[in-house]
Nanobody, 127 residues
Framework: QVQLVESGGGLVQAGGSLRLSCAAS????????MGWFRQAPGKEREFVSV????????VYAESVKGRFTISRDNAKNTVYLQMNSLKPEDTAVYFC????????????????????WGQGTQVTVSS
């Protein structure tokens, strides 16, 4: 079991930046590939980014590529999502998730790939 707690969300103007954090507790953090997803009102939860156990491999959704950066600090049991050049369409609840494997699969974008989820943190981008 692993418990995940997100933080760092808030209200920001378009063009601004936020850094989300996801703190993990429980089993060894480096055993898990970690993902970020988001869910806007009335929409399905969608993939944002994923990172392997070492941080050496990452994938981004096309909508955030070049603006968001995922990273992790295994010593601190934390994964981050640095979000720059934010747009109103980035407004959503952001969730971190852990996969029961050090590496993500080819279906990294599927919710079913992740066994553990945080409670989410709200990000609101005003125009």
């Amino acid at each position: 079991q692993v418990q995940l707690v997100e933080s760092g969300g808030g209200l920001v103007q378009a063009g601004g930046s936020l850094r989300l954090s996801c703190a993990a507790s429980g089993r060894t953090f480096s055993m898990y590939a970690m993902g970020w997803f988001r869910q806007a009102p009335g929409k399905e939860r969608e993939f944002v980014s994923v990172i392997s156990w070492s941080g050496g491999s990452t994938v981004y959704a096309e909508s955030v590529k070049g603006r968001f950066t995922i990273s992790r600090d295994n010593a601190k049991n934390t994964v981050y999502l640095q979000m720059n050049s934010l747009k109103p369409e980035d407004t959503a609840v952001y969730f971190c998730a852990a996969r029961n494997s050090p590496m993500y699969s080819e279906k990294y974008y599927r919710i079913e790939e992740y066994a553990y989820w945080g409670q989410g943190t709200q990000v609101t981008v005003s125009s």
